[in-house]
């Protein structure tokens, strides 16, 4: 898939919560075009590609980009950092979808300039109204910087 034609970028390596995201939001209408990320270096990869040294052009970010904390290789909080401390990317919204209850982890993403902190509950259906919520908030409610 062609990284222009991404809308979210999910960042998830469980794949039980990666199944249950792309379901609430493909159920709802919500996002056609979702890339996921399994790790943390998989995420830094796409948004920042190897033979792209600046980042990516305007027209290649995703809209969005969903962002699990605990994370293999390179963790949510070291993601994060990097995108947001990028010209080319910081005005890209970066919201942390967690399960981590941890206050340190809230203020953490907060200092690092997180959009929005989310815990992922732990009941399907609220889940499911938690993902729906979020994509439609973040795709049709908000205005975009760029």
């Known amino acids: 898939m062609n990284s222009s034609e991404i809308e979210i970028l999910l960042v998830e390596d469980n794949p039980s919560?990666?199944?249950l995201t792309l379901h609430a939001l493909r159920h709802n209408c919500v996002v056609n075009r979702i890339h996921v990320a399994r790790d943390g270096a998989e995420a830094l990869e796409f948004v920042f590609p190897r033979e792209t040294?600046?980042?990516p052009s305007l027209l290649e970010?995703?809209?969005i980009i969903l962002l699990d904390l605990k994370l293999p290789n390179v963790d949510?909080?070291?993601v994060l950092r990097s995108i947001k401390?990028?010209?080319a990317t910081k005005l890209v919204p970066v919201v942390m979808l967690t399960s981590s209850k941890e206050e340190i982890d809230l203020i953490s993403g907060h200092q690092l300039e997180v959009d929005s902190y989310m815990q992922k509950p732990v009941d399907f259906a609220q889940f499911r109204e938690t993902v729906?919520?979020?994509g439609l908030y973040w795709m049709?409610?908000?205005e975009p910087l760029y």
């Open 17 to 19: 919560d990666v199944e």
């Open 61 to 63: 970010r995703p809209k």
């Open 132 to 134: 729906r919520h979020l």
């Open 53 to 55: 040294h600046e980042g």
């Open 85 to 87: 401390s990028n010209d």
């Open 76 to 78: 949510g909080l070291e």
């Open 140 to 142: 049709l409610v908000n």
